[in-house]
């Protein structure tokens, strides 16, 4: 870890609240312990959000989940759904939530710069009848995540704007980087026996295989 002569280490509430101040009062009283009109609505518009979980130790974990708007179900103003779609399996997720519930969602809506951030408790479950609303393309999840909401409110603007996440003029080529079968080769490989171009190929063949065949 690095550390600098320079270095002030804040381990109270009270010495960061002297150095950076307190909230204004209507920050701490957007928090609500519902879902209200907007909040739903920003949900439903959402294709993407990330998801924290940490495990009984607390080793946090965040995931990325995406989908067409409204894949996220409103159950009622306290509960929401979440389908587990296909991934790689590690389902770290999961297992943390099966050792601590508590989770947090941070909604984004493209072309909005606000977001929506949602804390709460989470479990594991089987609902046939929820996973068939889920169905894509004939193939319903095997789980999904049931979601207690113990607050949501809107975050304001200006992390995005600060990003220009939604810029067009700011986004990257791909090419910038290799292929994501290449990286995770070289990051897992032997120093002294880096991976063929043949392996990367089989491997960046699957990959793109998958992202056809498995999304749903």
Known sequence: MHTSHTEVLFTTAAQLREALGSPME?????????LDKYCKAFIQRAPFLTLSTANALGHADVSPRGDQP??????????????????????????????????????????????LRVNGRAVIVH???????????????????RIEVDEAYLHCAKALKRSKLWDPTQQRQR?????????????????????????TCTVD????ENYRNELY
């Not at 209507?26 to 609500?32: D, G, I, S």
């Not at 894949?71 to 389908?83: G, K």
């Not at 063949?205 to 793109?208: D, F």
């Open 127 to 145: 609902d046939s009848a929820l996973l068939e609303q889920c169905a894509v393309n004939g193939r319903s999840p095997k789980v999904g995540i």
């Open 175 to 199: 090419s910038e980087l290799p292929t994501l079968g290449k990286m995770i080769l070289e990051q897992t490989a032997n120093p002294e026996a880096p991976p063929s171009e043949e392996l």
């Open 70 to 115: 409204g894949f996220v179900m409103i159950l009622d103003d306290r509960t929401l759904f979440l389908p587990e779609r296909p991934g790689n399996a590690r389902y770290d997720t999961l297992l943390n939530i099966i050792e601590n519930p508590h989770v947090g969602l941070l909604f984004f809506v493209p072309g909005f710069e606000e977001t």
């Open 26 to 34: 209507l920050a701490v009283r957007k928090a609500l312990p519902a």
């Open 205 to 208: 063949t699957y990959i793109e």
